[in-house]
Every structure is written in C-alpha cells, then in structure tokens.
C-alpha cells in the first residue's frame, strides 16, 4: 500500500459496536459547529482514531488499497483506530465503494490547518481588507503540495455551514466548514477540487432552518435562471492596455472632454436569433460603431450577475462576477481591454444602495439580518421591494468597498456611476411618517452611509487615480463632489437631475407656450457650478411611458428632429459633460424595451440619419475645443450674453477658456429670426461651425456661413453681430482664427 506502513491487518467488516457520541450524532446530523474536532485525525485515550462521513459509501478504506474503516452502527460515519507505530501521511487518502463497484479515492479535506491568516481575518472585522475577495468565495488554492479549492464565507449567526455540488450530490452532511472563533467566517479546502465546479453553501440557522445560498464573494455563477456560482479559473488574461492606464493615471479629468454613451448590453444589439451577444462580440461592434461618434467613455447598466433580466441589473445578486449572460470573466477582460485598446473608457453602474430578497442571495444570509437591518424602517425600500444594507456594519462595509476595488483592478474600468446615491442618504426616503427610524441626533440623514460613500470616494481615488466614481443623487444634498477633508462626500461628479427635469419639461412644450417657461432654461446657471456636473438623458427618461427622446418632442415630424437636434446642441454647449442613452444618438421611435435590441432599421431613413451625425459633429466639436469643455465646472467658462428674451424663446450665451470662446445662440421656436442682434465681445468676422438646421443633418438649411462684428454695443458687450437664427436650432460660431 503506497504511502502506509501497516503494522496489521484489518477485516473487510463495515460495522462495529461503537456507539455514537453527542459529537459524532451531530455530524451525522449536520448539526456540529466545528466538524474539525470530530473528523479527520484525532488523539484520543485509547489511542489515534481517524473518522470520515462519507454518505453513499457501501465501504470506505485507507488509500487505495489498504485496511478497511468500520462503519459506526447505522449510520454512514467510518472510522479507523490507528495502531501504535502505524505510519500515516499528514494528508492521507480514502477510498470508497458505492457496492456497485464505483470507486472513488480522495484525500481528507479535514487533515488541513486553516489557511486564511489571523491578520486577514482581523482587517476584515475592522472594515478594512480592500483584497477581502481574494479569501472569502472560492480560489483554487495548494497545501503542502496538494492542489484543491478553499472555500470562505462570513456567516457568523449560522449554526453549520457545509460546502455543496455536483461533487457531493448537494448533500450538506459531506462538506462541513470549520469557523474561524469569532470572525464569523468558516473556511474549507477540499483537495482535489477543479475551477469550473458548481458550487453553493448550505447554511443552517439557528432554529434549524436550513439555507442554500449562492456565494456573496463568488466570481462567475451559471447561466440564470439557475443561481450557482462556478469555482473560478486562475486570471491567466494578458492585458494590452498599459499605456491606456498609464495616461488615466495622469488624466486631468476636471479639464478634459467627457461624453458618455450608456448602454446595456443585452439589448443593444442581439444576433439573428434573437440571443444575447457575447462580450468580445459586443467589444468589436461597439467600438466600430462608437469610435466615429466620438464618444469618450461607455457606461454600461449593471453587469454585475443578477437573476433577472427585466430589473436590468440594479437588483444585483453576485457583486464580484460579470454577468454570465455574455461569457466569462475572461471574456469581459476582453472587452474592456478592446475598448481602452481604441480610447474608449468602461465606467460601470454599481449598486450599493439596495439588494433584492431573492432566497438564494444576501437576505437572511445566515438565518438572520445580516448584511440589512432588522427593522423593515431602516432594512427596505418599500417603493423597490428591495432590502437595504447596513453601513455601520464593518464587514458589510468592507464587503461593498471591495466590491467596487475589485471592478476597478481586476477589470481595468475607468470609473464608477454609483446607483440611487439619494436613497442612501435620507433615512426617510421615499416613506411615510412614522415609517423610518431618526439617526442618533434626532435627523433624517443616514450617518452609516455617509460615512461608507466617503470612505468609498477617498480609497477609490487613492488608490485608482485618474478613475471616476459618479453619483446619481437626485436632490440638493451639499458638497457630494467636494473633496471629503471639506467635508464633501468626495465624488469626482454628480448627475445633474435638476438640469435634466427642467429641459424635458420644457421641450415637452408646444413652442408657442414656450415663452411661458423661459426660466426652466435659465434657473440651472444659478447652480451649475455648485457640483461637477454630467448632463444626463439617461435610461430612466425613455422607459415607463416617458416616450423615447425622439417621441417627447412636440409638434409634426420636421419638428420633432428639430427640435432633438436643438436639444442635443444645447446639451453639447451648457457647462457639464455629457451622457446619452443608447438608441438616443440616432432618434429611437419608440421607448427601451430592454427585451430585444435597439430599432436600428430606422437608420434607413434621412432624419434618422441626420440625428446620428449631428451627435457625432458635436462630440467632435465639444472634444477639440477647450471653450466647450476646460472649465466646465467653473464659472469663467460660462458666460450669459442674453437670458432675457422670453418673448422670442431666445438665449444666447458664450463659452470661455481663458481668451478663446464661442458663441452660441439658440431659438426655441419654429419661427425664423432674421437681421437678430447678438452682443460679442471681439470685433471681427464670425463663423459658423455647427448649425443643427444644416441640410446634413435634415434641417431647412437657413444659416450664416460667416457674420462681421459691428461696433454696435449691445447687451452689455462692446461690439454685435447680426444673425439669422433658423427655427428650432442652435449655432455655434467663433472669431475667425481662433
């Protein structure tokens, strides 16, 4: 027998007069706390004894050939009393039979020392491990040699936590885990053990419930509906975006151009079946189609592994895994690393606001509240039907802060656009009186999660300098892109919701009542520069009956491309950068269904087309020059030159950058306006560079090429020119030679 040194022989027999102890009944009922104590190989009075639990076995022996074990009565629970100088190795093997004549040989997983380090453990408890993912979960793993996988989870209210699969027939008596004293994570490494094997945990609670659960930490699960998480493969991808991340890190991004397409990718494009895309597939076809529009960075919807498709990935299941509908992790390696490849960005949608109840993920992880609150008044979103998780809790905390590091490292993204940031905040968010706790001083804000967005922003810039974390908040919440040493919550920029409202309301107006409404499109300038802006027309526009972009214009057809267009200028020309929603470049029809993929036939017609290329001159426009864009969140760059004449539906104002600027002018009406008077600040000829009425992009074609300053004073500038503003359109011009 190989590895043994048998000082005697044994019996074939598979019973034994051995009665069971507490111990040993708890392990047969899967009900022992520490399965280390009574399994693998012991010292006892009468000598060693070494026990296995082996369900299904009809007989279990040393190695591959050597003594039988007995069976303890009744039970499927073998043991083996090692005589005095009989040899073994630390790590032995078993074998067993099914009586069928099925063979399988292992080695003991319970003659393994524990291997997540006291010090590991201890960074946990305090809320401060940023690699925590790299021990709890599962990683293919070596001990002494021998290759397997250590398996981790932080269930510190469970009363036994086993290890199940195909491997174990889901069986929880099999693969009993060992608890790490009062960190609350148990720990197994099973020998022998592949990357690629379905895997979940089975907990059992307190009052003896028992709970299967998909992994918190795992890094790719199966194709949804089923919800097990796979063993990873070791990342052996060879990243080619070195010199990308080299220039992010020293990316100016307060001063640089920012136009972010936002996407989702199960249906931005499907194959002919109607069936997702894989995410190399998505990378070469997307970086065709965007490069040409200009666009700086791609936002994708939640990618994060989510059990349905319809909640378009904000009720996320699987926190450190892409998605599995459009490949492996590999895969989206691959895709971000062809996008940096051709100087595009990747800024993901990440959601550390809620959690859905979904049985086999977060909710009651172990049997009680452990990562929400026990009280439904601070531990649910009424409105969402989803669960809230609890800041103040370090290892929750820590568990969401690597999170978020490990989508910035271990797949180069540029940035983050964290989700609902509002209902974070407010502890009386979105519920009636009575329905929420105040915090310790008698308010409404929520100081956990303050605190945890703060620590976020601060470790996320630390340490990824160059990458953006985004905030969509939705209210008039003080400093959320300052600096957190001011007192600021320390997010690089802020959706601008109150921008956003304020515009479609607007153009949702017939022109003729425009007029009426006038301060919608100047109240935004008194606090544009109060945050880092972003200038959404998002998801969340063009759902749920809001119509389309295209569909929220009023009047006949010209009109509404018109007045899109108008739209889309604007956008392009107000201090902010810039964010479109798919399908939105180019003039969709009809709402985001999220089911198939975009109406891409109606790039056959000239309107349509005209649209798309008018997104594409004004990222151009907007990126090459600084006016647009240097000091977007400064006041310098900004400048009224008329924000009065309500009466015509007229604004007119400049961009700066230090002495250079450009004009723009804008008329909200389908009026003409010829011989119109606009103040400049410089004599000398003007020209046009983007009109959004121009031939090319479908409009009427009434323009001005080119215009000469008059020392005609007006609206408090020195010198003016005389224009003609084509209906529902903007210009943009500058002096010559700048």
């Not at 998780?389 to 271990?410: H, I, M, Q």
């Not at 993204?413 to 509002?422: K, N, P, S, T, Y």
């Not at 009575?434 to 999660?449: F, I, Q, R, S, T």
């Amino acid at each position: 027998m190989r590895g043994y040194q048998l000082v005697q022989g044994s019996s074939r027999s598979t019973t034994s007069r051995s009665r069971l102890d507490s111990q040993c009944r708890q392990i047969l009922e899967a009900r022992h706390h520490e399965p280390f104590s009574v399994l693998g190989r012991h010292r006892r009075a009468d000598g060693e004894v070494l026990r296995a639990l082996v369900p299904r076995a009809a007989f279990v022996r040393l190695g591959e050939d050597g003594p039988w074990l007995d069976r303890v009565e009744g039970s499927d629970l073998f043991q083996y009393h090692l005589v005095e100088g009989e040899n073994l190795p630390a790590h032995y093997s078993l074998t067993w039979e099914d009586g069928m004549g099925n063979r399988t040989t292992f080695i003991d997983p319970y003659t393994f020392a524990p291997q997540i380090p006291d010090f590991d453990l201890h960074l946990f408890g305090e809320g401060r491990h940023w690699h925590i993912h790299r021990l709890l979960g599962a990683r293919t793993w070596v001990v002494d040699g021998v290759e397997g996988v250590l398996f981790a989870t932080w269930a510190p209210n469970a009363s036994r936590v086993s290890v199940v699969g195909d491997f174990n027939h889901w069986d929880g008596r099999c693969h009993p885990m060992r608890v790490r004293g009062g960190s609350g994570v148990w720990e197994l490494f099973i020998p022998g053990m592949t990357a690629g094997t379905l895997y979940k945990f089975e907990l059992r609670s307190q009052d003896g419930a028992i709970l299967l659960k998909a992994d918190p930490y795992g890094r790719q699960f199966e194709l949804r509906p089923a919800t097990a998480a796979l063993v990873p493969t070791p990342d052996i991808y060879r990243w080619q975006d070195a010199a990308w991340l080299e220039a992010r890190s020293r990316w100016d991004w307060l001063h640089q151009p920012a136009s972010i397409y936002e996407l989702h990718l199960g249906s931005w494009q499907r194959d002919e079946h109607g069936h997702f895309l894989n995410y190399r597939d998505l990378a070469h076809q997307l970086v065709e189609y965007l490069q040409p529009l200009g666009f700086t960075h791609i936002e994708l919807l939640p990618i994060t592994e989510h059990p349905l498709d319809a909640s378009w990935g904000y009720q996320t299941t699987g926190y450190f895994a892409p998605t599995s509908r459009h490949g492996t992790p590999d895969d989206f390696r691959y895709f971000v690393d062809h996008c940096h490849q051709h100087g595009i960005g990747i800024i993901l949608d990440w959601v550390p606001a809620h959690f859905p109840k979904d049985a086999h993920g977060l909710a009651r992880f172990d049997g009680s509240a452990l990562y929400e609150h026990e009280d439904p008044r601070r531990g649910e979103h009424r409105d969402w039907g989803t669960l809230i998780y609890n800041y103040g809790r370090n290892e929750v905390k820590n568990f969401l802060l690597a999170s978020a590091l490990f989508w910035l490292e271990e797949f180069h993204l540029d940035g983050l656009r964290v989700d609902a940031v509002a209902s974070m905040l407010y502890l009386d968010y979105s519920r009636n009186a009575g329905d929420w706790v105040p915090n310790v001083y008698g308010g409404n804000e929520n100081l956990e999660a303050i605190a945890f967005l703060r620590e976020l922003n601060a470790v996320a810039h630390d340490r990824h300098p160059g990458a953006l974390v985004i905030a969509e908040e939705s209210t008039a919440w003080p400093q959320v892109t300052r600096p957190t040493h001011s007192g600021g919550l320390g997010f690089s920029m802020k959706w601008n919701m109150g921008w956003m409202h304020d515009t479609l309301v607007y153009f949702s107006k017939e022109p003729v009542h425009r007029c009426h409404h006038h301060e919608q499109l100047t109240f935004g300038l008194l606090y544009a520069f109060t945050e880092n802006f972003v200038l959404p027309f998002s998801h969340d526009e063009i759902v749920h009956g809001k119509r389309s972009m295209l569909g929220k214009m009023p009047g006949d057809e010209w009109q509404r491309f018109a007045n899109l267009r108008l739209l889309y200028t604007y956008q392009f020309t107000y201090p902010g950068k810039k964010l479109l929603f798919m399908g939105s470049e180019f003039g969709q029809g009809d709402e985001w269904n999220e089911s198939h993929a975009l109406d891409w036939y109606v790039l056959d017609y000239p309107l349509h087309q005209g649209v798309k290329a008018l997104v594409g001159d004004l990222n151009r426009l907007y990126r090459t020059t600084p006016a647009l864009f240097r000091d977007d969140f400064e006041q310098q760059g900004f400048g009224w030159i008329d924000c009065n004449d309500a009466q015509h539906s007229i604004i007119s104002y400049l961009r700066r950058d230090g002495g250079q600027f450009r004009l723009v002018v804008l008329n909200f009406t389908p009026v003409p306006r010829q011989e119109y008077r606009v103040g400049v600040p410089q004599p000398g000829a003007y020209q046009e560079l983007l009109n959004s009425d121009s031939e090319f992009y479908g409009g009427s074609n009434l323009g001005n090429g080119w215009v000469e300053a008059e020392a005609v004073p007006w609206m408090g500038l020195p010198w003016s020119v005389r224009l003609t503003l084509p209906p529902l359109a903007g210009i943009i011009l500058a002096p010559t030679g700048d």
